[in-house]
């Protein structure tokens, strides 16, 4: 049988005190480490929030903080006023000692200083107003704020320190705050003397005494600045000249400034925010002002399109970024946009202007440089590729004298122009083409200006004249073989004469001389009279002027007559001709004159070339036919012709001889007699060595069925 149990014994007013005060310091611990971990859990939120509302949770933790010291020493003071109170209960009926009225009032004073210090201690500001506007207590924000110390507003009227609100404004609304008691929302104040407004956000609670209200207490936040921030936002929101929006993360618009409504063509915000987000794309798809769902929010710059309200489109610079609640979601993004449709077609414009110029001066026969004024190339068309063989990038950017082989006259005209001492000049000069050749350039020059109208350079136009004066040179040679030609018939005439007589003499004499030494002397006279009269006669055939069309021509006999006039100078460089003549070739259609010119040219070449390797050589001239055609072949042993020059030997100013031994001219000269026979003229090497020429004309019969035809 178990013993009875024995009853608790009461516990004692001191351990019920030692209890609660150990509840109240758990409790209050417990809040202040409860607001520093949600705090410390809500830091990398806070990190992604407005700067300037960072401060309401660090405000509120100070806040929880400042409470909960405040609430332990009233409840320290509690503590005091129950022992008094006791103190007073156990000792009923008996009048107080002034040693305790003394302490109680002291516990009071102490108590309503705590108060005032607290809320002393607040950023914000903090009032007691009775009803009829009475301020009863304020703390010191608000006498920092009105310039006044704590006894000079207590029992002040708060309407003889504020403009507004009025006191007509506070009454129109009293009975709606009498029935709720509670009031919250922004409040606007202008202080008498002052011309700036204030706003707070404020809350307002009634003091209740029994049933009836008997004042308000007021706490207000300053939010000013940030209202001020807000107004000039929205000032700069509806005066900017670039769209700016407010769009759902799907791209519906939620705000638009008027300048984006003007810029879509609409004529109120609210007709703009009615329109379908679809009707404002271009392309089918996802509206163009939303972005994707794992989007991060950060900032985009691009190119959009968008369709206006009349259904034109217009092309727009869109920057946006993503604005987030306090959770890290994102709610909507906030961007601008900028018509740059204009901008767009102007820059297409110019690219096809810019276009057009360079085709330009890519067709344009001239190379186009600018100089400017500390002798630079800043421009340099691509033509200089075909005229000198350079890169444009070879010359841009370096000074005139910077570059090798430049030319002392290009110089001159470049300074003359740019000194003004010529508007327009032109010069001449040599250039040196990059594979070694020189070109003669004729270069006309003048002045450039800016769009400010000052002198900032010098535009050239260059052209290749190297083919004009080489043609000249040759017309002026023509000219002198023409006067030439004049001059030998004169002489050849006036030498037939004197031939004539030594060689009717010296045939007398031969048969009436009966000396055999005197006889053969004779004969040697009579043969060199000859050999002068045939050479006279050679002579005269090829300064005769040419005839009027083509002829038929004994292509043996223009060759032989060819021979006899080169005959000295081949004897002379010991070389042989090896000339082996068919005797029933037909007839060929030409002119003998040119003929003999293409003829004359092939033999100095062949000449020029046996000298180059050797002291001494042979050429071999050979004919044939070969269906309606004749040929003659210039066959020599010198040192042929290099593979790499063959494709290049009829061009005109092509040349492999050490210069001033040639102009580069013979062989195209050549090709275009026989093209206007139509004819043809062949190179190549042959198998024993050396070069060969071979020269085709169609033969007379074959030449009349082609004209009659």
Not at 250 to 278: H, I
Not at 320 to 332: E, H, L, N, P, Q
Not at 387 to 409: F, K, T, V
Request: hydrophobic share 40%; aromatic share 6%.
């Amino acid at each position: 049988m178990n013993p009875p149990s024995q009853p608790t014994p009461p516990r004692s007013r001191d351990q019920f005190d030692r209890e609660e005060s150990q509840l109240w310091r758990w409790a209050l611990g417990f809040m202040i480490v409860l607001s520093v971990a949600l705090s410390a859990l809500l830091w990398e939120r806070l990190q992604s929030i407005p700067y300037e509302l960072r401060a309401i949770p660090l405000g509120i933790l100070a806040l929880s903080i400042l409470f909960a010291v405040y609430a332990y020493g009233r409840r320290r003071q509690v503590s005091e006023l129950k022992s008094v109170l006791q103190g007073l209960q156990e000792h009923v009926g008996a009048a107080p000692s002034e040693e305790q009225l003394d302490q109680l009032s002291q516990m009071i004073m102490r108590s309503q200083r705590n108060f005032k210090e607290l809320i002393d201690s607040f950023d914000d500001v903090a009032c007691a107003i009775s009803l009829d506007g009475s301020l009863r207590t304020v703390n010191r924000r608000i006498s920092q704020l009105l310039g006044k110390t704590y006894s000079e507003l207590v029992g002040q009227r708060i309407y003889d320190f504020i403009e507004e609100p009025t006191r007509d404004d506070v009454e129109r609304n009293m009975a709606r705050f009498l029935d709720r008691k509670h009031w919250a929302g922004a409040v606007r104040i202008r202080l008498k003397d002052s011309a700036r407004p204030l706003y707070f956000d404020c809350v307002v609670n009634a003091i209740i005494k029994g049933d009836e209200v008997v004042g308000v207490s007021v706490l207000g936040r300053d939010v000013t600045e940030q209202r001020e921030k807000e107004l000039r936002f929205t000032e700069l929101f509806e005066t900017l000249q670039e769209g700016v929006y407010f769009s759902t993360p799907e791209g519906k618009l939620l705000d638009a400034n008027p300048a984006l409504v003007s810029m879509l063509g609409y004529e109120t915000k609210d007709e703009l925010l009615r329109t379908d987000t679809q009707q404002l794309n271009v392309d089918s798809g996802s509206a163009v002002l939303g972005r994707a769902i794992d989007d991060r929010g950060g900032v985009r710059t691009r190119e959009v399109k968008l369709r206006r309200k009349d259904g034109s489109q217009a092309v727009f610079l869109d920057s946006s970024r993503a604005v987030w609640d306090t959770s890290g979601k994102i709610i909507r993004y906030q961007g601008t946009l900028v018509d740059i449709t204009e901008k767009r077609a102007m820059e297409r414009q110019l690219q096809q202007q810019e276009e057009f110029r360079h085709r330009l001066l890519q067709s344009f026969p001239d190379l186009i440089l600018v100089i400017d004024l500390e002798e630079k190339y800043t421009f340099v068309s691509e033509r200089i590729r075909d005229l000198l063989g350079y890169q444009p990038e070879h010359m841009l950017g370096r000074r005139i004298s910077d570059l090798e082989n430049h030319s002392a006259e290009l110089a001159v005209l470049y300074h003359e122009v740019a000194s003004s001492r010529q508007l327009f000049a032109s010069a001449e000069y040599g250039a040196r083409h990059r594979d070694g050749s020189w070109r003669t350039m004729r270069a006309s020059a003048s002045q450039l200006f800016g769009t400010d109208g000052k002198l900032n350079g010098v535009i050239m136009s260059v052209r290749d004249v190297t083919v004009e004066r080489k043609l000249e040179q040759q017309i002026v040679q023509r000219e002198r073989l023409a006067a030439m030609g004049q001059m030998i018939g004169g002489v050849a005439h006036e030498l037939n004469n004197p031939l004539t007589s030594i060689l009717g003499v010296s045939e007398l004499l031969q048969d009436s001389e009966t000396s055999e030494s005197a006889r053969k002397q004779l004969g040697m006279l009579q043969q060199q009279a000859r050999r002068a009269a045939e050479i006279i006669q050679n002579l005269t055939y090829f300064a005769r002027p040419p005839a009027a069309g083509k002829s038929r021509i004994n292509l043996g006999d223009v060759v032989e007559r060819t021979l006899n006039l080169h005959a000295y100078s081949l004897r002379k460089s010991n070389i042989t001709v090896d000339f082996l003549r068919e005797q029933n070739l037909p007839y060929a259609s030409g002119d003998p004159q040119q003929l003999m010119q293409v003829f004359l040219n092939l033999i100095v070449n062949a000449e020029q070339a046996i000298r180059e390797v050797r002291d001494k050589g042979t050429l071999r001239i050979r004919m044939g036919r070969s269906e309606d055609q004749v040929w003659v072949a210039f066959q020599d042993d010198g040192p042929g012709i290099a593979p790499e020059n063959l494709p290049n030997l009829f061009d005109p100013f092509f040349t492999t001889k050490r210069p001033g031994r040639g102009t580069g001219l013979g062989l195209s000269i050549c090709k275009a007699v026989m093209k206007e026979h139509s004819g043809t003229i062949e190179a190549a090497n042959s198998p024993e060595g050396g070069a060969v020429f071979t020269v085709t004309l169609p033969n007379a019969a074959s030449a009349s069925t082609e004209t009659s035809s």
